[in-house]
């Protein structure tokens, strides 16, 4: 028979829990609960503990109290009927710094014999972890046998309670089509239980890595922070984009972090890392990418007329209500709702539905498959570009028209935007199209995999002129907006002269062609290289740009969902750094996780867009996420967004 189903303790089982210095007692609050399917018991139950000066593990009992007031367990329909009794007691911070363990015992009378509570659940003990009144001084006394390549300096952090310290060391130059490569050793972090990092899960995407003891994460990072068992955080940022050197953390297998550094330049570089130590994470974090920018500040960002370009746009040429639509306008994309089989009338009849179902969104996505392409049948990565208007098959009147009668026949939509590859498509420009007869090219090597092989691209003297064209050209078709993809192209050109060409070129030309046209209106996608990160999403120059946060929505892979949430939750802790807007990308509203998705992007402080299949959608889940306006003709739907941005606050 049994009687016990649920334990729940504050301070948590299984984890970490960080007790501030000021604090000189931790408040334990217990709940038991147990089936409704036999009679009530009166449970007793102890905290089993080693807070002792001899760090012998003993027990204090837990004195059973009424509900608290405060939320401590979500109660739905689904869950089991229990009883439920609460205990709570203080438990005095020790004299001794080390860290306390605890877990939880507990039985249906004196009579009874005691059990754990980790028998049943499978959670590991907790951890106290006490900080101390002053945190040790220097970066020794947090990485161990950090190597003497580094010149290290500490500099003034911008956050309380934080140090910062900046490491930098040479990195070999180019030689001819090959990157120069250095590794330098930050050492072993100290006295640290475990370990959290942001890593390269694929060349265009960030995602998070995490684990206990030695560390170890599988893909390269960017940002790897540890807890230690004093309370404070050591926080490592990988700062790349300046002098052409991309730099990201590797594990060496017997704990230390390794600082691989890539220079593409045919002078020597410099690698550049930011190490902070504070009593939070997000504290410390902060430190760093404050610094960061900085750092990035210094170095050539475009030309002096875009500069003044842009921080022209940036006084004078935002408008609220572009931002307002834009922003908080519901949105819907055809990439999931219509495939990749596109063309003008499917288009049209997905609005019309949308229409008839009393769906007004603000804002659509043409996504891929609209462009005029070469090498019909083929692979997308051998498909080229090959001329600014839309492809005959499936636009015969052209891209205008298009835009034209979807004004008309919709007038609720503010803004109509059209995908494109930021090399022009997938498998770059066409080599015998009307692009490549107008601007001069190239041809470039991609790494092997998935993308690899030759393709043409716009030789980089003529990147400028493409892009202003072509925007000119969309403006003028009605299109006023852009989704750029595939921005890493840049990161798997195979040969360090055509990364050092055009890194930098794309970015910039793109960034001030977009904002030239469209002003504040274009999502960044596949753009988590850490290149872009920092030389065109980090700086504060400009407007903020609409940046996609993670890997895609895939309506069709059950398992990726709760991961997809997960990852957008953990990226955000470095994107909400970013001068950027969180695009936690499309979903659809008639799927098994629809309710799931729309809650975290509602929370998520980005956009919101659908990407349903014609007449499957569910209009009691769009209208719980948006409303419609009364003062504007024709009335718009705009997004609920709480007052405040959610924020993961576990980073293990």
């Known amino acids: 028979m049994l009687l016990f189903s649920n334990a729940l303790c504050d301070p948590p089982l299984g984890q970490a829990t960080v007790i501030p210095f000021d604090q000189h007692s931790v408040k334990f609050t217990v709940l038991l609960e147990s089936s409704k399917s036999f009679p009530e018991q009166k449970w007793e139950a102890v905290l089993w503990h080693n807070g002792h000066e001899d760090q012998e593990w003993k027990e204090l009992a837990l004195q059973e109290i009424s509900p608290p007031h405060e939320p401590f367990v979500i109660q739905n329909d689904s869950r089991p009927k229990v009883y439920r009794r609460w205990f709570s007691i203080n438990l005095f911070k020790p004299s001794r710094p080390e860290p306390v363990y605890f877990t939880l015992k507990f039985r249906l009378s004196s009579n009874d014999t005691w059990r754990w509570v980790n028998e049943h659940s499978n959670l590991s003990d907790g951890a106290l972890y006490f900080q101390p009144q002053a945190p040790p001084e220097g970066l020794e006394n947090y990485l161990k046998g950090y190597s003497q390549d580094f010149s290290v300096n500490q500099v003034e952090s911008e956050t309380p309670h934080t140090q910062l310290w900046s490491l930098t060391s040479s990195v070999k130059a180019a030689e001819g089509k090959s990157s120069g490569v250095t590794e330098t050793s930050l050492g072993v972090p100290r006295s640290f239980s475990r370990w959290f990092s942001l890593v390269r899960i694929w060349s265009p995407w960030l995602g998070p890595r995490h684990g206990e003891g030695q560390f170890s994460p599988t893909e390269d990072a960017v940002l790897s922070s540890f807890l230690r068992m004093d309370g404070l955080h050591l926080v490592l940022l990988a700062v790349s984009g300046v002098e052409e050197v991309l730099t990201v953390f590797k594990p060496d297998g017997h704990g230390n972090v390794i600082a691989h550094s890539r220079n593409d330049s045919t002078e020597k570089g410099q690698a550049r890392v930011l190490a902070a130590v504070g009593t939070t994470f997000n504290t410390a974090l902060a430190s760093v990418m404050y610094h960061a920018r900085k750092i990035v500040r210094g170095d050539d960002f475009m030309n002096h007329a875009d500069r003044e370009e842009m921080q022209h746009a940036l006084e004078k040429k935002v408008k609220t209500e572009w931002m307002e639509n834009w922003y908080d306008g519901l949105t819907y994309c055809t990439w999931n709702a219509l495939g990749q089989d596109l063309n003008e009338q499917k288009i049209f009849d997905a609005l019309n539905t949308l229409k008839d179902n009393g769906i007004r969104i603000t804002n659509l996505i043409i996504d891929d498959n609209w462009q005029s392409l ?142 030239r046209y469209f002003s504040i209106k274009a999502i960044s996608c596949m753009s988590q290289t850490p290149q872009i990160l920092f030389h065109t999403q980090l700086p504060t120059n400009k407007p903020r740009l609409m940046v996609r946060n993670s890997d895609d929505f895939f309506p069709d892979i059950p398992s990726s969902h709760p991961f997809h949430i997960f990852t957008n939750a953990l990226t955000s802790l470095l994107t909400s750094h970013l001068n950027v807007l969180p695009d936690w990308d499309m979903f659809q509203t008639s799927h098994p996780y629809s309710s799931f998705h729309a809650a975290a992007r509602c929370i998520s402080g980005g956009p919101i867009y659908i990407t349903d299949t014609p007449g499957q959608h569910s209009l009691p889940l769009i209208a719980s996420m948006t409303a419609p306006t009364i003062s504007s003709n024709p009335p718009k739907t705009i997004i609920l967004r709480p007052n405040s941005v959610a924020k993961c606050i576990e980073q293990g």
């Open 374 to 515: 070469d090498n019909d049948g083929q692979s997308q990565f051998q498909r080229g570009w090959t001329d600014f208007e839309a492809n005959a098959e499936g636009f015969s009147n052209g891209l205008k028209h298009t835009a034209i009668e979807i004004r008309d026949q919709h007038p609720n939509i503010q803004h109509i935007a059209v995908w494109h590859a930021l090399l022009g498509y997938w498998g770059g420009i066409s080599p015998t199209g009307n692009i490549a007869k107008t601007y001069k090219t190239r041809k470039v090597r991609k790494a092997e995999g998935l993308a690899g092989g030759e393709m043409t691209v716009v030789h980089e003297d003529d990147v400028p002129r493409m892009y202003d064209d072509f925007y000119k050209f969309l403006l003028a078709s009605g299109i006023d907006c852009v989704k750029t993809d595939a921005q890493f192209f840049l990161d798997i050109m195979d040969d360090a002269n055509d990364r050092r060409r055009f890194m930098k070129t794309y970015q910039d030309a793109w960034t001030i062609a977009s904002l």
